[in-house]
């Protein structure tokens, strides 16, 4: 189960830097992610895990492993994606402030790659861009590149070299270098997010990196909702969630119930006095962006890009406008002639959600909308999550919907009385 | 005519609030907007207006009604849209923070939807994310949602739930709430636009809510230049502009004449110690931007978005390129057989904006560019519109174009002695 | 040589403002560039230069001649585009705060044009607008512009009335107001790039200006990759890098090796005390942004766009997705029936840098990805330059590529070690 893996993984990073002095503060239940003595709260990386390294005369030394393979952006719909370590995105990679580190990259693909680390302050034969700083990594090689950490913030590594195919593919990672100093920016909770797009045909498995702006999936660190997992965190934590976009498109993250202030970019963290308060990020290509915020409202909150096509599945843009159209048998026929048609529905999509499993769409792929909630469909697919705010939590796996307190949810009311 | 009515709603507004007190420390005329004793200056909406309400045992009660209409973008230019209370965007609702509200909705439409309230703070339930707050209000059916406001700034409220469609046929609406302290953030001009994007193919009338990224009708407060409403403000007042953006495509909005500050996100107000001076703001999807700026420059300043292509109207992007070519009788050939095709004129397309009413065009459209001023042609279509600064106003209406001092306009000059 | 025409011009540039009292106090050698006892460190503007002026009366006097004509984006790649003075983007303006600066503007188009001063404070009359502001400026016609600059800061210039051919077309440029106190905001070196995105079809020289969404060409002051000039600076010199964007996208521009501030956008200095540091800076369309840092990191940096296509040539976007497939002789076969059609790799598109010149593709256009560094292909192309930062530098030439110290590149390991 991913959230196992995940919390054994968090166990297992929380070794990197000490205790959990913090979460103790806050008076949280025994139960909680034991973090073993650590002094950093650690980097949730949701379907994904932050990258071991072996320490060897000093020098922190991690391993990526480019290559090729298939991942499941939801049950059911595989896609054949290029990573690092077998996912996409890559592990994250965590470190602190004044380490020294040296990163093996080794080359399973097809093609020469390099590995670039977004934001981070290094010698110039570090950089990683294809013939500018060092050779490329022809398949089979393994470079090294080592360096030493100069800055904290939130950096991400990609390839830099024929990148409209590499990282359209898939190629990309964050990277976190935390403070020297545990006292500095400490949050109780600290989740990373990549953004990407792709163009999968319905039917396929391989997206097109050829693709620049009509794309059709929409991922939140390699998955989809509705199979995205959430975010979950106690009533009163000082949250932080640090997004990377590499896709073509920019994405702003929208977060309900509560307001953040934008703490930090790809060059480190803002100053305090200098933020803003926001209720969504824009994140930039080619950028990352930092926000904090106390997670002072508990619930069920939605956490997404407000791109209203980004939270959506495929199959969305290929459709015949037909709002307000009798389609009568027209849409059987069509799709006798189209292979994957499915008619936009004459009064409206909503009834779209239901459709899964009912008429045989195109293999692998998913319906445009999904998600069930404790109030029915939720009619949203894509760069679509939650964030669980719950005053009571014995552990980070997901609690399951929230129960609103009495007289706390919109109702249904005579309309007489409208 | 709307300007009458808009002033009308204003007064109306105005009720809600207080008194002319800003505007009489001013020393303006009489004869300006009554304001009726109102503390706050009300929101001004033009071509829209603000949300009425009736009180009911400490709480104050709104209605929206979520519909199907036809509304003129242009003059003889109708679009089939969905909204509230029978204008898209719907009106704006406006209310002080610490005010109780319940704002009751009614849907009209042909299928279930919601309403979420866009960087409001407030119970989980109330969220209207469709499924997971509470259930969807299903045709025919009212819901009330009900919270007390314990912010202010600029929020927006849209459906969350097939989003795609219901957001990109026009549901949306600003919903501004005002400082406790009538003395905070005040401004003598307070205007709301929400810009959109849409795709309606020439000769029809509905736009294509599965469009992701050619749209081709760009508007303003539902309206598209030249039929949108210039802003009309005095020499010396403070101006507040909030736009907010839940189209796909991100609007850099530009005012000319003067440099503003940007001093609000969808998160409330920005600290004026942290604001940065700007000529151009994007106001990325799924936010609202405020700013603020004094009106020292009197004139006629365009105020509009700056990506070339969304000061355009209708049928400006599939022209065969024809720059420098000469067309002959090509153009007429080709019209025979593409409906509704017009050639991309030879020297440029300047020519465009006069060719209204002078050839057969689609039925149900506009011109790509349009709008005479005082000196001719302006060339210049959808998101734009004017900020009008005048030293002496006797009241908000148009006050026609601007007669600069001798000496202040750009002038032909023998080519001799340039 | 365009460097050292660029030289000449930075050194006649320089008789604006004074002495090389900032460069002397840098210690630098007295080769490099003369400045001729100017107070203020002349802007660089890579591939163009600056508008040269007379005094006339107290006023400076500027000459802007709108017209059509040929620029090689790369060798071997020439367009037909609508600029100033023979270049595109047009000439950069420099004059400072408190001038009195007349503009003259002849119109040689086959079109009327207007020109608007993005961003500058100026009298209604003199700002630009196609009917709104003034006349149009008829083919043939000079018009002129006077206004006292009452602000600094990085300003643009450009066509407003039928923006979307002219602007499309390459009529653009940059304006950029010194401070009057020539101790404010003072740098070592100050670049200013225009970055826009064309539609060129392989084989065509001619943009098309209806192309609202799908570019293919990426340009930075009017070049392409691998035709682009390095930013050269001195290790410790502080450095400012203006760029404006007048195309329809949004451009991430990313810095290697360092983090900078954030320091102006079109309506000035942002204080320093209200800064955010990145390391990569989002220009909004219908902007300007300011960057400022010290080059601290000797080596040779990319400087780019970070959206993954816009450091790509022509030629990307029409490819089948072939990425895992064995192409065999398909590809030529397509080839005869589809002219310029070439496969993506089987393995990926690094192998395509090297294609220039091996096959015969479409005339008048230039491989995706280019440019060969000191490790072999860099596989970038578009909106892509360096920053080299060199200890010591006898002038500010291209000094070639960087050799790094030993120890400092990444290196290959033996696989066995991994």
Redesign the interface.
Known sequence: MIWRRRNVMAAATALLAGGARRAAAQGGPPSLPPAGGAERTPITTLHGRSLPFVMKGGVKEF?LVAG?FTQDFAPGFKV?VWGYNGISPGPTIEAIEGDRVRI?V?NK????TSV?W??V?????????????????KP???????FTLR?HGT?MYHP??????????GMMGMFVIHPRDPEEGGVDRDFVWMAHAWKIDPGTS?????????FNIWSLNGRIFPATAPMVVRTGQRVRIRVGN?S?V?H?M?L?????ELSG????P?PP????????V?V????TRDIEFVAD??????YH?????H??NAM????P?L??VDQGEAADEIGRLVPGYMA??S??????ESMAGMMPGPRNTIPM?G??????????GGMFT?LKVRDQLAHYDDPGW?H??PG????????K??
Chains 1, 2, 3 share one sequence.
């Open positions: 391993h090729e054949k093996l080794t693909l097809p093609e020469a670039h977004h934001g302050l290094l010698p110039s034969g570090m950089d990683g861009v294809s013939g500018l700083s060092a050779p490329r990594i089979g090689e393994t470079y090294a590149y080592e800055q950096q830099h070299g024929d990148e409209m195919l590499q990282i359209g593919l391989r997206p097109n990196p050829a693709e620049m702006t009509d590499l073509m920019e702003p929208h309900h119930g509560h307001h953040f970019t790809d060059g480190g803002i006095e200098r933020r803003w308060r926001m209720a969504s824009q930039p290509v080619g950028t409202n508990p619930g069920d909150w939605a890009c407000h791109k209203s096509h939270t959506m969305s843009h290929n459709f406008n709002v307000g936009m529905g009064t409206g999509m909503a009834g779209m909308m998600g069930a909630g404790p109030y029915g469909a939720l009619g949203m939650t929230y609103a307190p706390t949810t919109a109702w249904r009311v005579d309309h009385t409208a």
